[in-house]
């Protein structure tokens, strides 16, 4: 628990965004209260390839700044930033943290990765962390001497050096007076944009002939993100893959309204299984996808199985309904494993089983 007694809560990444933003902007100000150090904690190389600009300039300017995440050894960072690489069961991997300290002024954000998502535009935007955040010196000097603590074995000399000047003179000086009065403001604002409805989910179903009801692989793209997808070894995701057998050979035997109200009926099965914060994706004329943030490799697995008995249950009724069989697989890799789910959904169907489980690679290694 902060100094100040406030205990993290749950907050989507679209808040937090602007909450490490309005940090970095601090940071950013030309003001007469040097020396400054500055923290970024990154979880991953893409997120911090993503704002690699905006910490040049901060280096620039500051006498320390210390980025740190997944795979930022694979190349040099610029100018004056100090980069650590950190392994993927290291417990830092799961935080995304920014501070600046200056000798009369902090701001700090401190979030970790619940692995969790909540419905919202993107599944980038609605990942969950258990965060906290203040415009208050005195909580930032609290989180530079932990992330001093846990980072300065494998900082540079001259880093600690830095950091601990910075350090050493905010501890001999007041903050400055009114921050209180600044952080309630900036604390309104974050939690107006937090309470603010995201907007509707793509449907997940709609009855009309042409199966409109299922979400194009462009438009699935879109939702993991048109600039890249959530980086991989974060959130993981169940991927639950689904085929028609012999859809294409009902045609010739009933017709194609035949085959039209099949793949309706097989869709409102699978649409019918989904959270607010799944996906259902067609990848062709008999595969079907459904994307299912989070959910663990026995949920997915009971999901699958209970999909495969609503199906047969239809064919009882509608002997038309093709066979169908299940490939699930639980990832954490980016972009999806969409040739080694197919890969199974060929094997599954071949042997004839109704559900094919392809591991569990959600958790970490």
Avoid at 64 to 80: E, N, Q, W, Y
Avoid at 261 to 267: F, K, Q
Wanted: hydrophobic residues 45%; glycine residues 6%; charged residues 25%.
């Amino acid at each position: 628990m902060s100094r100040s007694g406030q205990r993290p809560v749950p907050m989507t990444k679209r808040a937090l965004v602007t909450v490490s933003h309005a940090i970095e902007r601090a940071a950013l100000f030309a003001a007469d209260d040097a020396p400054m150090v500055v923290f970024g904690l990154f979880q991953r190389w893409a997120y911090f390839d993503r704002e690699r600009a905006v910490y040049t300039k901060i280096a620039a300017q500051a006498d320390a700044t210390i980025v740190a995440g997944v795979g930022l050894d694979h190349a040099a960072p610029p100018g004056d930033l100090v980069a650590v690489a950190l392994a993927d069961d290291d417990p830092l991997a799961r935080e995304w943290s920014v501070v600046i300290l200056t000798p009369r002024f902090g701001a700090v954000l401190v979030a970790r990765d619940l692995e969790q998502v909540s419905a919202a535009p993107t599944l980038e935007a609605g990942r969950l962390f258990d965060a906290a955040w203040w415009f208050r010196r005195d909580e930032a000097l609290h989180e530079v001497a932990r992330l001093r603590r846990v980072l300065g074995s494998r900082l540079p000399q001259a880093t600690t050096a830095a950091i601990d000047g910075v350090l050493n003179r905010a501890r001999e000086l007041p903050s400055t007076a009114g921050e209180l009065r600044a952080e309630a403001a900036i604390r309104l604002l974050a939690e107006r944009l937090e309470r603010r409805p995201a907007p509707a989910p793509v449907p997940s179903g709609r009855d009309d002939e042409q199966t409109q009801d299922l979400t194009e692989q462009r438009a699935a793209q879109r939702w993991l993100g048109d600039t890249g997808t959530t980086a991989a070894g974060t959130l993981p995701l169940a991927l639950l893959g689904i085929r028609l057998q012999h859809a294409h050979e009902l045609s010739p035997r009933l017709g194609r309204r035949a085959e039209t109200i099949a793949a309706i009926e097989v869709v409102r099965a699978a649409t019918a299984v989904l959270r607010p914060v799944d996906r259902a994706v067609r990848l062709d004329a008999d595969d079907l996808l459904l994307i299912m943030p989070a959910l663990p490799h026995d949920e997915a697995v009971a999901v699958a199985n209970r999909l495969t008995e609503d199906i047969a249950r239809l064919r009882g009724t509608h002997p038309f309904i093709p066979r169908t069989t299940c490939a699930v697989l639980v990832t954490r890799d980016r972009p999806l494993p969409l040739d080694q789910l197919r890969a199974g959904l060929d094997w599954s169907a071949a042997q004839q089983i109704p559900v094919a489980t392809l591991g569990d690679s959600e958790a970490r290694p």
